[in-house]
């Protein structure tokens, strides 16, 4: 019941195309959902985050859609880059009281933007 | 300001030997976590840290201890190390428990033969 899973495994986008990850989760105490990115030899960064009281989150060219009743919440990157080429991981925690701030990850997705 | 800063980079251990895997972070956060990756697992949480002085388990902590030694330290010890601890291992810092954005160090791959 802690899993998140995350599909695909990995992705091929040509430049200019969009990037759609997915991931599922079973806690429905989980209340944060974060994706981060990750870079070749570089820990991962926080790339942007939701909480289940918005259904969409937008920064710049990447959104987030989330999907309360499904369990479901997705990355999706708009006119992707060479440059986003990384792997995304999104990850799930919950922040009440007694707030740990410990993450559960996905499996991740390595992106791959093709010039 | 250096962020979260880990150390060493690389290691390579024979089966049997100790290590302590080091992390700072000079945020002045409170919590502290440890992680490991693995291909196709995502990251896995070992041991966390949510003030100083106090440290609990997390997903997969058997075959490890920590330490916070003060605010900005949170050290890995693998006491005996065995092939399957081979991993890529990151430490990351969060502010409170009203912030909940992790920041990761740069990682430390381990190789145990």
């Known amino acids: 019941q802690q899993q998140v899973k995350q599909s695909p495994q990995s992705l091929i986008v040509q430049k200019g195309g969009i990037s759609i990850i997915n991931c599922a989760y079973e806690n429905t105490a989980f209340d944060y959902f974060p994706w981060y990115q990750q870079f070749p030899g570089k820990g991962p960064a926080l790339l942007i985050a939701i909480r289940p009281d918005v259904s969409e989150k937008k920064e710049g060219r990447f959104t987030i859609s989330f999907n309360k009743s499904a369990k479901q919440f997705s990355l999706h990157i708009m006119d992707s880059q060479p440059g986003d080429s990384a792997t995304y991981f999104c990850?799930?925690?919950?922040?009440?009281?007694?707030?740990?701030?410990?993450?559960?990850f996905g499996q991740g997705t390595t992106l791959q933007v093709k010039p | 300001n250096a962020g979260v800063t880990q150390t060493p980079k690389f290691q390579v251990l024979k089966t049997g030997q100790s290590m302590t895997l080091q992390c700072a972070q000079d945020?002045?956060?409170?919590?502290m976590y440890w992680y490991r990756q693995d291909p196709g697992m995502g990251l896995r949480l070992i041991y966390y840290?949510?003030?100083?002085?106090?440290?609990d388990k997390g997903e997969v902590p058997n075959g490890y201890n920590v330490s916070r030694l003060n605010k900005r330290e949170f050290s890995l010890r693998l006491e005996s190390a065995a092939p399957s601890q081979t991993s890529v291992y990151f430490c990351a810092s969060r502010r409170d428990h009203d912030y909940n954005e992790q920041f990761f160090g740069p990682g430390t791959r381990l190789t145990v033969l």
């Open positions: 945020m002045n956060h409170n919590s």
């Open positions: 990850a799930a925690s919950i922040r009440g009281s007694g707030n740990t701030g410990k993450l559960i």
């Open positions: 840290s949510a003030s100083e002085g106090t440290t």
